[in-house]
């Protein structure tokens, strides 16, 4: 199987040729896919035919230890029993699609907020893989926004004022920004995490924006005016010009960077429309130290 890419977006963002993930376990290929990954920081890789199992032994294979501590694994345990398998679904326990008001589903349309994945976590995600399973037949797409063109784009004098800042990331802050509430027990599992501002990609020496709807503050500056600079980085690099918008085929797996990407899900009828693709998300256990 030869690997082939073909680019979606002038920055970032490729689609990877005929290759059937299962049974790419060579540590040649995996390096190869490695390397896409540093180049275009989001790949496609159209109809592959994962069980959670295949899903989560290749998450494993390409990229070590996964993610496990999600933040609605703190609301209560997903349907899978496998807290390293993401359920970003708007099906209920039951099979059916969610009641309106049910907390899982208002917790979750928190996606719908650029983000990274987990980093309210120490270590944060690093790989993020999302299958898509069932697809609506309305669109219910996910936004990219890549983050090293948003990066690169700041004048010389921003970049090095960014230069050692550190940003504190909680998922109680970007929810309560939509109202959703916490008990003191969940507040308790989810303190949030430290992180710098500008990442750095250790293979490829790339800078990056490190920024999401959990950035509540730059540590050392007062709230207001970390807050002020968060959201207006947040709106630079969101601009149309760094977005790959994704429409989903079920059987697309999408890989992509959380240290070099943010992303978010577009609005469609999730009352009507079943939709579930399911994540699996890697530690980024190399990231700097955080405080
Ligand atoms: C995710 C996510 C958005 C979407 O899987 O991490 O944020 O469109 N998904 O479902
Ligand atoms: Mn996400």
Redesign the pocket.
Known sequence: MALTFQRLHPHFAAEAGDIDLRRVSDRGMLEAIRAAMDAYRVLVFRAQQFSDQEQIAFARRFDGELHAKTGSAALGANRFGDEALTD?SNVAADGNIMAREDRKRQYALG?RLW???ASFQDPPGRY?MLHARVVPAVRADTEFADMCAAYDALDDAMRAGLEGLRVHHSITYSRQTLGFEFSPEEQALLKGAIHPLVRVNPRSGRRSLYLASHASRIIDWPVPEGRLLLRDLTEHATQPQFVYRHAWRVGDLVIWDNRATM?R?RPFDDARERRELR?VTTLDLDAPPAA
């Open positions: 970003i996606n983000h990274t994945d993020s992303h899900g994540r």
